[in-house]
């Protein structure tokens, strides 16, 4: 999801580490089978595609996406053998798929034809920032009360819940429409986000993720609802939707190295935090494949 603040997704996440110190259609035509010409694969999304925060970086792509090229496309297109064109991009929202969301940087759709075979994408959670904002209100939230109650609860509610319902979920109904049109030949796949937090606290997790115990479920239900709603948007466009939720838990940004697919706020590995590290978008890959039966 990357999460996005006005054009730079990634410093949000920067302000967030300050923060907690101071106190990311018509139903798809499967891919053609295996020839000697390799898969036409197309990769769109957010941070949680371009693998935003784990080196190396993509040469070929604007330092403002911070594509990565260990990301989960680049593993898939390996494995399969296909020709990638990776146009994820950190920060990204579904507007971005048809406009430009930096400057010299094509409106994401402008990579799809009616030769595209695959097209994959994890993409919602930067929509109206609700995501980040919660991510933000609530670690802000936990500093203020020493990680005791719920505060961020008790401030926003069912506000970001509600901000999901009316806008993201239409928005992503379209986005997915237009790759459709776009694509007409493609099989579309929408990954859903991987779990950010546990469904309770654990012990040592405030430390690195400074969010109130009380509001670890709230943060948890909230991801499980944009999911919810990103898994509707592809059921009424005819996409695949390609779930994180069972195969992801227990690998939030609360467990140690080498168990957690999410890095933390603070005392992570990434450069942009709260992201997939490298063992994660390794693990998105798996999960695509094996939904959409390649291998």
Same mark, same amino acid.
Request: proline share 7%; hydrophobic share 45%.
């Given at each position: ?28 035509? #499967?891919?053609?089978?295996? %020839? ?28 403002? +996406? ?21 146009? %994820? +991009? ?18 994401? /759709?402008? !990579? ?13 959670? *930067?929509? *109206?920032?609700?995501? @980040?904002?919660? @991510?933000?209100?609530? =670690?802000?939230?936990?500093?203020? %009360? /020493?990680? $005791?109650?719920?505060? +961020?609860?008790? /401030? ?7 901000? @999901? ?24 796949? &929408? ?13 040592? +997790?405030?430390?690195? /993720?400074? @969010?109130?115990?009380?509001? &670890? ?19 009424? %466009? ?23 697919? $999410? ?9 942009? #935090?709260?992201? #997939?590290? !490298? ?13 959409? =039966?390649?291998?």
């Amino acid at each position: 999801m990357s999460i996005r603040t006005h054009s730079r997704p990634w410093r949000l996440a920067v302000l967030a580490v300050a923060a907690a110190m101071t106190g990311g259609l018509a139903l798809a035509a #499967p891919a053609r089978a295996a %020839t000697a010409t390799p898969v036409d694969y197309v990769a769109m999304g957010d941070s949680y595609s371009a693998g935003s925060g784990v080196l190396p970086l993509d040469p070929g792509a604007a330092l403002e +996406c911070a594509r990565s090229t260990a990301n989960y496309p680049h593993d898939l297109a390996a494995r399969i053998g296909a020709q990638l064109t990776d146009v %994820t +991009c950190g920060g990204a929202e579904t507007k971005d798929y048809a406009g430009s969301q930096y400057p010299g940087v094509a409106p994401q /759709l402008d !990579a799809l034809s009616s030769s595209t075979d695959l097209v994959t994408m994890t993409i919602g959670g *930067n929509d *109206n920032n609700t995501f @980040i904002d919660a @991510i933000l209100a609530c =670690g802000s939230a936990g500093v203020l %009360t /020493l990680g $005791i109650g719920h505060p +961020c609860q008790s /401030l926003y509610g069912s506000s970001f819940d509600d901000s @999901i319902d009316s806008s993201t979920y239409p928005a992503l109904v379209a986005a997915l429409t237009a790759v459709r049109a776009k694509a007409p030949n493609a099989r579309v796949a &929408i990954v859903g986000y991987p779990w950010i937090v546990p469904a309770t606290a654990v012990p040592g +997790c405030f430390a690195k /993720l400074p @969010i109130a115990s009380g509001d &670890i479920p709230y943060l948890r239900e909230l991801e499980g609802h944009l999911n919810a709603a990103v898994q509707r948007a592809a059921q009424a %466009t005819g996409a695949t939707y390609v779930d994180m939720s069972a195969v992801s838990n227990g690998h939030d940004a609360c467990r140690p190295a080498g168990t957690r697919w $999410i890095e933390p706020l603070l005392f992570g590995t990434n450069y942009v #935090p709260v992201h #997939p590290n !490298a063992l994660g978008e390794s693990k998105m890959a798996d999960q695509v494949a094996t939904v959409l =039966g390649l291998g």
